[in-house]
């Protein structure tokens, strides 16, 4: 495993509407780790997915952002994606006017900086398609207008594994989806883990994690990490829940 710092979050304050839901949160990621944020509901976990992703609606009064030893605090959204960090939405909307397969190619196009063969492209979405179970049929449909919850869900795995972000924060990825599509989408992640990406992952439940390997878990309570540990705290939620640590 790399050493090399990736994500590097110094003592973050971050307010929405005028009020402050991130109270001097720190957090460092290393290159090919995989992270996981857990916490009780109205603890924080969407707003730094939020906050690293540079969404206007949410103000960062204090600290900085550093991505691959570059200050990014003051960076807008579309650069900091150029960059390669990509969030997954827990409800993504729809985007009329747009095909799943036009927006991924127009993505990486912005990307990289360079035109995309038609042929190369269809070659890798189709390896890609069949990995997560997709029919290619989903490719021509407008993004995430009329797509199921499980739909959804395997769009952005889909554009996970076809824009292969260098950080790629997944925002309640498994709520909603059954036992079969949290499968599907667990192989999806391990496929982009396998590549050496690297995983910010924010939950309330345990069943996407486990088949994955988990580097250090988090727990965000009242705007701060109040606990990190490796995967066995994982366990010890499952166990006792978020109350001692929020106590």
Do not use: C
């Not at 959204?77 to 397969?101: E, H, N, S, W």
């Not at 993505?107 to 390896?127: C, N, P, V, Y």
């Not at 869900?153 to 949290?182: C, N, Y």
């Not at 390997?213 to 829940?241: F, M, Q, Y």
Request: aromatic share 6%.
């Amino acid at each position: 495993m790399s050493s090399k710092v990736l994500l590097d979050v110094k003592d973050i304050y971050v307010n929405v509407e005028e009020k402050e839901i991130l109270k001097g949160l720190s957090l460092t990621i290393n290159e090919g780790e995989t992270h996981v944020i857990m916490g009780p509901n109205g603890a924080g976990k969407s707003t730094l997915g939020h906050t690293l992703m540079a969404n206007p609606k949410y103000n960062l009064s204090s600290g900085s952002i550093f991505f691959d030893g570059r200050d990014i605090t003051s960076e807008p959204t579309d650069k900091r994606a150029k960059g390669g960090i990509m969030l997954t939405f827990q409800d993504p909307i729809p985007v009329p006017g747009i095909t799943l397969g036009g927006f991924v190619r127009s993505a990486l196009e912005q990307r990289t900086g360079k035109r995309i063969r038609l042929w190369d492209f269809k070659k890798s979405m189709k390896s890609t398609l069949e990995l997560l179970n997709m029919d290619e049929a989903y490719t021509e449909r407008d993004l995430n207008v009329g797509f199921s919850g499980g739909e959804k869900k395997k769009a952005e795995i889909f554009q996970l594994l076809m824009l292969r972000p260098r950080l790629a924060i997944l925002d309640e990825t498994d709520s909603g989806l059954d036992v079969d599509a949290v499968k599907t989408v667990s192989a999806g992640i391990n496929a982009f883990v396998e590549g050496g990406g690297t995983l910010l992952i924010i939950t309330h439940s345990t069943r996407l994690l486990e088949s994955l390997k988990v580097d250090k878990t988090h727990i965000l309570a009242s705007g701060r990490i109040v606990k990190t540990g490796d995967r066995s705290l994982v366990d010890e939620v499952n166990a006792n829940g978020f109350e001692a640590f929020i106590d």
